[in-house]
């Protein structure tokens, strides 16, 4: 097909970008070239359709005042650690009884790992909907309910997507193992837009455009490459 084929890879590829006509790539991976364009965050499958068609059959006893606790895991930059588990229950114990009108619901990821869980489950399995992995998954539930979120500090995937509601994102920040220029990159970049918030003892309101990066980056793509 010779120059019939336009390539455009997402996320870095890690290779020069002269082997494709178009690369998406995040902004906090500093990747530079003229057929480059940015995103603020990762892309991600969801659509203000799949939210609102998102089934409420779930097993949360109330979807008013919901505060979302979403938790990632492990990976090379973080240790995610029973100390930083702790300290974060600590802070949602804390919330709920200063905040008695608000419901808590707290989903792990795939990344989570199973003692975690299990110490979210018998932590807070009394104040709050703990999705223990083995019924339906209730995120896009929580984005399409919650009034806050809160969300661990090692996914950038997942604070993107949330970043998708135009709601409040709070940020529990976990210690670094190794400190990635990235991903400090990224959370400053997400401050500065007034998306995210670190998490402190206080859940506030506030607003920002709904981050809808695939829409933006499709609407530059398109007339390029429709001729």
Request: glycine share 2%; with cysteine; aromatic share 12%.
């Amino acid at each position: 097909f010779k120059k019939k084929v336009i390539t455009i890879h997402i996320q870095n590829p890690k290779i020069n970008s002269k082997n494709f006509d178009y690369v998406i790539a995040p902004k906090h991976d500093n990747y530079e070239n003229k057929n480059v364009l940015h995103t603020s965050g990762a892309l991600h499958q969801f659509t203000q359709e799949m939210i609102d068609e998102c089934s409420d059959k779930i097993n949360i006893n109330c979807k008013n005042n919901l505060v979302s606790i979403i938790i990632g895991g492990p990976n090379r930059h973080y240790d995610f650690s029973n100390k930083a588990v702790y300290d974060l229950i600590k802070k949602i114990k804390f919330f709920k009884k200063k905040f008695n009108n608000l419901n808590f619901v707290v989903i792990p990821s795939r990344r989570t790992k199973k003692v975690t869980l299990e110490i979210l489950i018998n932590e807070l399995g009394k104040i709050a909907y703990v999705w223990d992995k083995k019924t339906i998954n209730p995120y896009l539930f929580a984005l399409k309910h919650s009034k806050y979120f809160i969300l661990t500090s090692d996914s950038t995937s997942m604070i993107s997507e949330c970043a998708f509601t135009g709601k409040p994102v709070h940020i529990y920040h976990l210690p670094f193992k190794r400190v990635s220029t990235r991903i400090v990159n990224f959370h400053k970049e997400f401050e500065e837009k007034n998306i995210t918030r670190k998490l402190d003892e206080k859940l506030e309101d506030w607003n920002y455009t709904p981050l809808n990066e695939a829409e933006r980056i499709a609407g530059i793509i398109r007339p390029r490459i429709i001729q």
